[in-house]
C-alpha cells in the first residue's frame, strides 16, 4: 500500500460521496491513513471526458486551501500553476483604477487557480493509493443511515449498485443527496437561502499580442451598487468575469432580455470592460445563469456511519472566496479528529460537528456581509479611509491589530475567533477614539476658560 501508515482500528471500509474538491482531497487524507476508500461520482471520469458542467472554471485560494493541501504533500505541485492576485483593482464607471493591496506583505495574495485542474490533481493523487478506488457515472440515489450503505445508479445501463460500508461521507455538494436522506433524522436541522442576486460568467480574452489584457495580479472588480462584475486570471492569459447581478430590476438579468440589450448594458455600467470582450454578446446569451444559497445544517454527523463536509454541509455565498478554504479545511480537522480517536469514531464525529459548525456559520455570515461590501463600498471614500487605517495599525502593531480580512484569507486562526477577535479590535479602537475625542474636548474648554 502505497504511502499509507498505521491502519486505523478497526479497519474501515469508507464510501465518500462525490468527487468534487473536497471529496478527492479527502480521498487523499483517508487512503494515506489506510482507510479502504471507494469514491463514487455521478459524473464521467474527467480524466476521459474533460471537464463538464461546473461552475466557475477558477477559484480563489488562500491559506487555509492550502495548509489543508500542503499536508497531503500536494501544495507545491498544485500552486505551480496559481497566479497570485495582491490586491483587488477597483474600475469606477469611468474606467479609472485604484489598487488596494490585501496585504502590507507583498507575499500575502489570494491564489487564481482553475477549477478543473486543482479537481483533476486531486483525482490522480488519490487515485495513486492503491487502497482508494474511483468509481464515476455513479449518481447515489439513495442512503440506508443505519447500515450503512449507499445505492447507486449507473449512468451507462441505469442499473442499481448497493454498497454497504463502515462510514459513508456526504461530499456531494450545496444540493447533497446524502443530507437530503439525513433531512428525515429526527433533530436534524437544515435552512436553504437563496440570495436574490445570481451569476453569470463571461471570458476575456488575450490581447492580439497575446498578453494578459489588464493587469493579471489583480482581483478586478466593478462595484456598481447593489451589482457588481469581478475577474480572475487564468494562465492562458483569459479573465473570466462573473456578474453577480439581481435576477430581477433594472440593473438585474431580466433586464436584459434580447441581444440588443447587451452592449448597451455593459456600455453603460462596464464601459472599461466593453472593448476587451470582442465575444461579449454570444457568451451572454449562450452561458447559463446560476443562483447562490447558503446552506446551514446541523449536526453533520449520524452516529459512527454518516458525515457530511464541504458544500454538503456548509455552502457559503463566494463572496469571501472561502467555499474551497473551508471545504478542504474540513478534511483536514476530520482527518485530525479520527486520528485522534482511532477506537471511537462517533466521538470523532461529534468533535467535527462541534469544531466546525460555530465557524462555518461565521463565514456563511462574513461572506454575506462581503457582497454588500464589494458591490456597494468598495470604491467608496471611506471604505477607503478605513482600509488604509487598518493598512496602518497593521503597520505599526502587527501583534494588536490584524484586518479581518487578513485573518480569514493568510491566516489559520478559525473562522469564528477571526470575527470575535476583529470586532474587539474595532471596539478598542472606538473607545480609544472616543476617549481621545473628549481629552481633545476638554483641553479646547480648558483654553477658552484660559483665554476668557
Ligand atoms: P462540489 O464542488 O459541488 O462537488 C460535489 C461533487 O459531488 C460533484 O463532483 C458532483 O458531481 C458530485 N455529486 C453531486 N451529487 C451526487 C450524487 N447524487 N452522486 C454522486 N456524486 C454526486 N470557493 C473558494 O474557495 N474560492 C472561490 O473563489 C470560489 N468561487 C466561487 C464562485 C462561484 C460562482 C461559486 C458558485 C462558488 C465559488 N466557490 C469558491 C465555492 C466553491 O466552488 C465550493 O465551495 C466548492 O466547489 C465545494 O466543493 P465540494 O467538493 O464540497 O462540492
Not at 505551480?80 to 496585504?103: C, K, T, V, W
Not at 436574490?196 to 499580442?209: M, N, Q, R, V
Not at 494588536?400 to 479602537?429: C, G, H, V
Request: charged content about 20%; aromatic content about 10%; proline content about 6%.
Amino acid at each position: 500500500m502505497k504511502n499509507s501508515t498505521e491502519q486505523p482500528e478497526p479497519a474501515c471500509r469508507v464510501i465518500i460521496v462525490g468527487a468534487g474538491l473536497a471529496g478527492s482531497l479527502l480521498a487523499c487524507y483517508l487512503g494515506r491513513e489506510g482507510y479502504e476508500v471507494e469514491v463514487h461520482e455521478r459524473r464521467a471520469d474527467p480524466r476521459k471526458q474533460g471537464f463538464i458542467g461546473g461552475r466557475s472554471i477558477n477559484l480563489a485560494v488562500s491559506c487555509r486551501a492550502i495548509t489543508a493541501l500542503d499536508q497531503v504533500g500536494l501544495a507545491e505541485t498544485i500552486l505551480e500553476n496559481a497566479i497570485p492576485m495582491r490586491g483587488r483593482m477597483m474600475h469606477d464607471r469611468d474606467g479609472r483604477l485604484i489598487f488596494q493591496p490585501y496585504s502590507k506583505n507583498p507575499d500575502e495574495a489570494i491564489k487564481s487557480i482553475s477549477r478543473g485542474g486543482l479537481n483533476l490533481a486531486l483525482i490522480d493523487a488519490a487515485d495513486a493509493l492503491a487502497n482508494v478506488t474511483f468509481h464515476f457515472d455513479h449518481k447515489c440515489e439513495d442512503i440506508d443511515l443505519d447500515l450503512p450503505a449507499a445505492t447507486f445508479a449507473l449512468a451507462d445501463s441505469g442499473e442499481l449498485v448497493i454498497r454497504e460500508c463502515d462510514l459513508i461521507i456526504g461530499a456531494d455538494g450545496a444540493f447533497s443527496t446524502v443530507r437530503g436522506r439525513m433531512l428525515k433524522l429526527d433533530r436534524f436541522s437544515c435552512s436553504q437561502s437563496y440570495l436574490s442576486h445570481g451569476y453569470k460568467e463571461l471570458t476575456i480574452p488575450p490581447t492580439g499580442e497575446g498578453d494578459f489584457a489588464m493587469e493579471p495580479n489583480a482581483l478586478h472588480i466593478w462595484p456598481r451598487g447593489g451589482f457588481m462584475m469581478i475577474a480572475l486570471p487564468n494562465r492562458d492569459k483569459t479573465f473570466t468575469c462573473t456578474c453577480f447581478w439581481p435576477f430581477e430590476g433594472p440593473t438585474g438579468f431580466e433586464a436584459i432580455s434580447s441581444e440588443q440589450d447587451v452592449t448597451p448594458f455593459f456600455k453603460r455600467h462596464f464601459p472599461d470592460a466593453v472593448p476587451l470582450m470582442p465575444t461579449l454578446v454570444e457568451d451572454f446569451m449562450s452561458n447559463p445563469l446560476g443562483s447562490l444559497a447558503t446552506v446551514r445544517c446541523e449536526p453533520w454527523h449520524y452516529q459512527d456511519k454518516v458525515v457530511l463536509i464541504g458544500d454538503a454541509a456548509h455552502a457559503v455565498v463566494p463572496f469571501y472566496g472561502q467555499g474551497i478554504n473551508a471545504g478542504f479545511e474540513d478534511c483536514r480537522i476530520l482527518d485530525a479528529c479520527l486520528r485522534q480517536h482511532p477506537s471511537d469514531r462517533a466521538g470523532a464525529l461529534r468533535q467535527f460537528t462541534a469544531q466546525r459548525k460555530i465557524n462555518t456559520d461565521a463565514i456563511a455570515d462574513l461572506a454575506l456581509a462581503n457582497f454588500i461590501e464589494m458591490r456597494d463600498k468598495v470604491g467608496s471614500p471611506a471604505f477607503l479611509m478605513k482600509k488604509k487605517l487598518e493598512k496602518t495599525l497593521h503597520a505599526f502593531f502587527p501583534k494588536w491589530f490584524m484586518p479581518l480580512y487578513n485573518m480569514i484569507s493568510f491566516s489559520d486562526i478559525p473562522y469564528a475567533e477571526a470575527r470575535a477577535k476583529a470586532e474587539a479590535q474595532w471596539k478598542t479602537i472606538k473607545l480609544v477614539a472616543g476617549i481621545g475625542a473628549i481629552l481633545i474636548l476638554i483641553v479646547i474648554v480648558f483654553a477658552f476658560i484660559q483665554l476668557t
